[in-house]
């Protein structure tokens, strides 16, 4: 039983493109994230939700909203896809406090052509 | 803020020696949490082991063992008979108790290749 799924696992699409990345955890955690691993690997928060509330929006551009209908749940939606924006996209959760550890999503490939 | 420095972008090792990987951090929370975590080639992110900043004793799971020197603000992962499987990306990442919206800080990663 998978404690985080987002899916789709691989997303390529045109420029000006909308698309949407879903996140589901089962683990019960307060705290759900959107993360971005570019193509030298460096992991970067965008976002960061605690019971369906918008916490953190780390200078994400507009076209990336995200959605939580509830705490189990953690969309991202992007809007006119840009060539920059390929990448590969982790959702996350985690309980509440610092000494917990994150749990992550099998991440989504995103490529844009 | 929270600040995570791994210097070594690539390292080899040969298969059933231990390897060390660096990581040092920066904060100013009174209590935080490090981890650190794998990336195979598939992919996926897998959670390791945990070091919290109050522990007395460095974090140990199975063959992966954590060198934590609070003073100097290093958390060192040692990964002990390394296993071809071993080969992959290494994070270490943190959390402070201050942390905003909860995230994990993560370091640039170490890609790690053992050599049969």
């Known amino acids: 039983d998978t404690a985080v799924s987002q899916t789709p696992k691989y997303l390529v699409t045109q420029m000006g493109n909308d698309k949407s990345i879903k996140c589901e955890q089962n683990?019960?955690?307060?705290?759900m994230y959107w993360y971005k691993q570019d193509s030298k690997k460096f992991l970067k928060i965008m976002f960061s939700?605690?019971?369906?509330?918008?916490?953190i929006n780390e200078t994400v551009p507009n076209r990336f909203s995200p959605k939580s209908p509830d705490k189990a749940h953690l969309n991202l939606h992007i809007n006119s896809l840009e060539l920059g924006d390929s990448a590969v996209y982790f959702c996350?959760?985690?309980?509440?406090?610092?000494?917990?550890?994150?749990?992550f999503g099998q991440g989504t490939r995103l490529t844009v052509v | 803020a929270q600040k995570i420095t791994q210097t070594q972008p690539g390292m080899f090792v040969q298969e059933k020696e231990a390897v060390t990987l660096d990581c040092t951090y920066d904060?100013?929370?009174?209590?935080?949490?490090l981890f650190w975590y794998k990336q195979p080639s598939s992919g996926e992110m897998i959670f390791l082991i945990y070091?919290?900043?109050?522990?007395?004793q460095n974090a140990t799971e199975g063959r992966y063992s954590l060198n934590f020197q609070k003073a100097r603000k290093s958390a060192n992962l040692v990964i002990s008979a390394s296993q071809l499987g071993d080969s992959a990306m290494y994070f270490c990442?943190?959390?402070?108790?201050?942390?905003?919206?909860?995230?994990?800080?993560f370091g640039g990663g170490t890609r790690v290749l053992v050599k049969p």
């Open positions: 996350a959760s985690s309980q509440g406090g610092s000494h917990t550890e994150a749990f």
């Open positions: 683990l019960g955690h307060d705290t």
């Open positions: 939700y605690n019971n369906k509330e918008l916490i």
């Open positions: 904060t100013s929370d009174p209590s935080y949490g």
């Open positions: 070091q919290g900043s109050y522990d007395q």
């Open positions: 990442a943190m959390r402070g108790v201050k942390a905003a919206g909860n995230k994990l800080t």
